[in-house]
């Protein structure tokens, strides 16, 4: 069998989000069409959230973390989620979900943690 493309992956991986997120009560969820230079992150129909899903051979956290706010600040979204998939891991409830600690920690304390 031939290997996924590096675009059907990525795909693949948005889609399980989304699909994930339907599931758990974000229901206008769905892949954002491809936006050009003003990227604004892989998923809409979360208000106040740019979603960067990663499905890739390796990590590359750094870089992966700026593009998220570079959408972010082009959404102007108080919360950003860079979402990524773990090498054979395709239960969507195990990726790991990477935000900075000032947005967790006003999240938190939103939330009444703090």
Do not use: H
Not at 9 to 32: F, H, I, M, Q, S
Not at 48 to 63: D, H, L, R, S
């Amino acid at each position: 069998m031939k290997p996924a493309s590096a675009k059907a992956k990525g795909r693949n991986a948005e889609n399980t989000w989304v699909d994930y997120l339907v599931n758990r009560g974000w229901r206008y969820a769905e892949r954002r069409r491809l936006t050009g230079i003003l990227d604004r992150g892989d998923i809409t129909g979360t208000p106040g959230i740019t979603w960067e899903v990663k499905n890739q051979k390796a990590y590359n956290f750094a870089e992966w973390m700026r593009e998220l706010a570079d959408e972010q600040a082009n959404t102007k979204d108080p919360v950003g989620v860079l979402v990524v998939k773990p090498r054979g891991i395709t239960d969507a409830s195990q990726w790991w979900c990477v935000m900075t600690g000032e947005q967790l920690t006003q999240l938190l304390k939103d939330a009444g943690w703090g």
